[in-house]
């Protein structure tokens, strides 16, 4: 069974703000083991700085995902914080 895994690294981890006034918004570096030599780098909406994961590699429930308007599936962006749970050694394992 491959399972996507997050990873959120030491020293890049922490909340940073795009935008201005009312248009600002948290976000926080993460990192997508897709298959690929290298992780892909992406950001994770936050809905404020303390909502910042810790270090470490997550899995992503399948509850982050949604059919999207034109019927495709797409990974939910503003509830995907909350649909990473730490990934065990067995599923870090299994995802290799």
Request: proline letters at 5%; a positive charge.
């Amino acid at each position: 069974m491959n399972t996507l895994i997050v990873e959120i690294i030491e020293g890049h981890n922490h909340p940073f703000t795009v935008g201005q006034g009312e248009k600002m918004r948290w976000k926080q570096k993460a990192y997508a083991h897709t298959g690929g030599a290298f992780p892909v780098e992406f950001s994770i909406a936050l809905e404020n700085q303390q909502q910042g994961l810790m270090a470490g590699k997550y899995i992503v429930k399948p509850t982050a995902y949604r059919v999207g308007k034109f019927g495709g599936l797409e990974l939910n962006e503003w509830q995907l914080r909350d649909n990473l749970v730490p990934a065990t050694p067995q599923q870090l394992k299994e995802a290799s």
